[in-house]
Nanobody
Framework: QVQLVESGGGLVQPGGSLRLSCPSS????????MGWYRQAPGKQRELVAD???????NYADSVKGRFTISTDNEKNAVYLEMNRLEPEDTAVYYC???WGDGIDVWGKGTLVTVSS
């Protein structure tokens, strides 16, 4: 069973930074894409950013210029660097990965709280 385990969440003040990590138990060389979603209290889950095997990235408008998604094929991991955090970024963040053979996996999430 393929597993994704997020880490790096926590409490941060507005304007601060966090780096989320999500290693995969399966090799990511043949992924279709990996991504980060988030779900704030009372809201639907939304895409934050994703990245294809070729490195093409896509970001939600609300995080463009502040967040950066990246992968490390040696560590089989996806990362989300989050800068200039705002209270509106408070949410549970989930990583996801999709492989070419149809395997599609979600992590259990990590909580990010932006508050003074």
């Amino acid at each position: 069973q393929v597993q994704l385990v997020e880490s790096g969440g926590g409490l941060v003040q507005p304007g601060g930074s966090l780096r989320l990590s999500c290693p995969s138990s399966r090799n990511i060389f043949n992924i279709v894409n990996m991504g980060w979603y988030r779900q704030a209290p009372g809201k639907q889950r939304e895409l934050v950013a994703d990245i294809t095997r070729r490195g093409t990235t896509n970001y939600a408008d609300s995080v463009k210029g502040r967040f950066t998604i990246s992968t490390d094929n040696e560590k089989n991991a996806v990362y989300l660097e989050m800068n200039r955090l705002e209270p509106e970024d408070t949410a549970v963040y989930y990583c996801t990965a999709k492989w070419g053979d149809g395997i599609d996996v979600w992590g259990k999430g990590t909580l990010v709280t932006v508050s003074s």
